[in-house]
Antibody, heavy 121, light 106 residues
Framework: EVQLVESGGGLVQPGGSLRLSCVAS????????MSWVRQAPGKGLEWVSA???????YYADSVKGRFTISRDNSKNMLFLQMNSLRAEDTAVYYC???????????????WGEGTLVTVSS | ETVMTQSPATLSVSPGERATLSCRAS??????LAWYQQKPGQPPRLLIY???TRATGIPARFSGSGSGTEFTLTISSLQSEDFAVYYC????????FGGGTKVEIK
C-alpha cells in the first residue's frame, strides 16, 4: 500500500527557515516524480516543487531561489528546505506522487495528509 | 504557463440531482487533464485522469469529458458524500491547477 507521511511543519518567523520531510512506503521515490503541493488557508492548490532523476529539481516561480527539494533514496524520503520564508508561504504542504509515464510528471495519484506551515511574527 | 479556469466557483445542488462542473485551459492540454475531490481537512483525492478515465475505486456516477481547452466533470446523481471542492489539473504543459468549484447542498 502506498503511503506518504509529512512532518516538519510549524510556526516560523518571517525570514526564517524550515525543513519538511515526507516518508514514502509501498514504492520507491526514485521511480516517480515526487512533488510538494501547497494550499493556503481557504485557498486552492498550488504546485511548489518536483524532483525525479538524480539532480533534477523544478520550482514554481513563487519559491525559486528560496526553496530546495531533495531526496534520500536510502531512507525513501523527500524533503523541502524552505528559506527566507514569507507570510504568503503559510499553507498546508502536501507531499504527492505523480504517475510518471514519460519525461514529465502526470497526475497526482497519491497524497500525504499534509503538514501546516505558518509564517508569522 | 497554462492557466486553468474553473466555473462556477460555487454550485448549489440538491441530493440526487446532476452536477456539471467546467474547466477551461488557456491553451490546449490535449487530454492531459485530471480531476480531484477535496473534503475539509483532507488531502485531494484523484477522481479522473486522461480527461475521462476514472481512478481506482471511483464510482461510475463520476464522469469526465473534453479535450483541448474545454473539460467537464459530471456527477450524475449527487450523494451526500459528494459535497466537496473539486479541482482540475493539467499535466500537458508542466503542472497547474484550477481554482476549484465548491459543490454545496441546495
Amino acid at each position: 500500500e502506498v503511503q506518504l507521511v509529512e512532518s516538519g511543519g510549524g510556526l516560523v518567523q518571517p525570514g526564517g527557515s524550515l525543513r519538511l520531510s515526507c516518508v514514502a512506503s509501498g514504492f520507491t521515490v526514485t521511480s516517480n516524480y515526487m512533488s510538494w503541493v501547497r494550499q493556503a488557508p481557504g485557498k486552492g492548490l498550488e504546485w511548489v516543487s518536483a524532483t525525479y532523476s538524480a539532480g533534477s529539481a523544478y520550482y514554481a516561480d513563487s519559491v525559486k531561489g528560496r526553496f530546495t527539494i531533495s531526496r534520500d533514496n536510502s531512507k525513501n524520503m523527500l524533503f523541502l528546505q524552505m528559506n527566507s520564508l514569507r507570510a504568503e508561504d503559510t499553507a498546508v504542504y502536501y507531499c504527492a506522487r505523480s504517475y510518471t509515464s514519460g519525461w514529465s510528471p502526470d497526475y497526482f495519484d497519491f497524497w500525504g495528509e499534509g503538514t501546516l506551515v505558518t509564517v508569522s511574527s | 504557463e497554462t492557466v486553468m479556469t474553473q466555473s462556477p466557483a460555487t454550485l448549489s445542488v440538491s441530493p440526487g440531482e446532476r452536477a456539471t462542473l467546467s474547466c477551461r485551459a488557456s491553451q490546449s492540454v490535449s487530454s492531459n487533464l485530471a480531476w480531484y475531490q477535496q473534503k475539509p481537512g483532507q488531502p485531494p483525492r484523484l477522481l479522473i485522469y486522461g480527461a475521462s478515465t476514472r481512478a481506482t475505486g471511483i464510482p461510475a456516477r463520476f464522469s469526465g469529458s473534453g479535450s483541448g481547452t474545454e473539460f467537464t466533470l459530471t456527477i450524475s446523481s449527487l450523494q451526500s458524500e459528494d459535497f466537496a471542492v473539486y479541482y482540475c489539473q493539467q499535466y500537458y504543459n508542466w503542472l497547474s491547477f484550477g481554482g476549484g468549484t465548491k459543490v454545496e447542498i441546495k
